[in-house]
């Protein structure tokens, strides 16, 4: 969530409200959450970190959790979002904003730099899921970062005549 504050547990969409034509969440935050998973679990070693449940951002009308799901199901969601969220090219979406913060295009813009971070996140995912041991996981992933891949070098790669 952009502009998550930890010591409220709350988020905004940032100024991506302001402007009607662009899209209302940025594309790159949820991604960032598989590198720094996948990261801890390196230094830590602690799996089971991943089987904690902890909440999804979206509250019903009290404030409560919508649905909770545990650490991985927050990863695998994370991916999932970025593979379905695919402009003309089959490239990630621009969200309100990637890294660059100032890069604020109208809906339909696609984004090198996320497809980028996607391309790392799910190369985590494979390592993670190699080392869990979940093969079928591990192949879909590494089917995704290779679909990925192709597009990439089809709709984003120019050769130009000298």
């Not at 949820?30 to 449940?53: P, Q």
């Not at 695919?86 to 969200?95: D, I, M």
Request: glycine share 8%.
């Amino acid at each position: 969530m952009h502009a998550y504050n930890p010591l409220t547990l709350e988020g905004n969409v940032g100024e991506s409200i302001e402007l009607e034509d662009r899209p209302h969440y940025y594309s790159d935050d949820h991604l960032w959450l598989v590198l720094s998973v996948t990261a801890y679990i390196k230094e830590t070693g602690n799996t089971a970190f991943l089987s904690e449940m902890v909440p999804f951002y979206d509250k019903d009308k009290q404030g409560g959790p919508v649905d909770t799901g545990t650490v991985l199901e927050h990863l695998e969601r994370a991916v999932a979002f970025t593979r379905k969220d695919t402009g003309q090219h089959g490239l990630p979406l621009l969200g309100f904003a990637d890294w660059n913060d100032t890069v604020n295009l109208p809906i339909g813009a696609e984004s090198l730099f996320t497809c980028h971070l996607y391309g790392r996140a799910l190369l985590e995912m494979i390592m993670l899921m190699k080392y869990l041991g979940n093969r079928p996981a591990e192949e879909e992933y590494r089917t995704a970062y290779e679909e990925m891949r192709s597009r990439v070098e089809k709709a984003a790669w120019t050769v130009i005549g000298m």
